[in-house]
């Protein structure tokens, strides 16, 4: 199991922000902002380029859910940035898919 799907199911305690049926939103544990969360599905989708079509649905309802997790969390007029990491070298660190939600800083484009 990933440490994501030990979160998922409670094994590893995580600060949880979001909870659906299919993906859950929890605080990272090695913030990069004032504001960094993690969405992620309940199953281990490895990386975004191994998803299968009929994952589309999934990912939608995951990108959809960011506007209430910001509004949740106060950043929604301030703006935030979602970022998936897929392979090496984006620096992807865990193989089960995730977005990263950070905000509550000016962020810097492009990302390094
Ligand atoms: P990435 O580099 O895109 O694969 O991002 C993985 C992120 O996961 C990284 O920002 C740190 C975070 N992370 C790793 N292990 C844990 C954990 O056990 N709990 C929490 N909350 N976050 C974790």
């Known amino acids: 199991m990933t440490i994501f799907e030990k979160i998922a199911t409670g094994e590893i305690p995580a600060k949880l922000v979001h909870e659906a049926d299919d993906f859950i939103a929890f605080h990272d544990v090695s913030p990069q902002a004032p504001v960094h969360v993690l969405i992620v599905p309940r199953k281990c989708i490895p990386r975004v380029a191994l998803a299968a079509a009929g994952d589309g649905e999934l ?30 070298d984006a620096g992807e660190s865990v193989p089960h898919l995730h977005v990263h939600l950070l905000a509550g800083r000016q962020l810097h484009w492009p990302p390094g």
């Open 59 to 88: 990912l939608g309802r995951m990108l959809l859910a960011t506007r209430g997790i910001a509004q949740k969390l106060g950043v929604l007029e301030s703006g935030y940035r979602l970022v998936i990491n897929n392979g090496p």
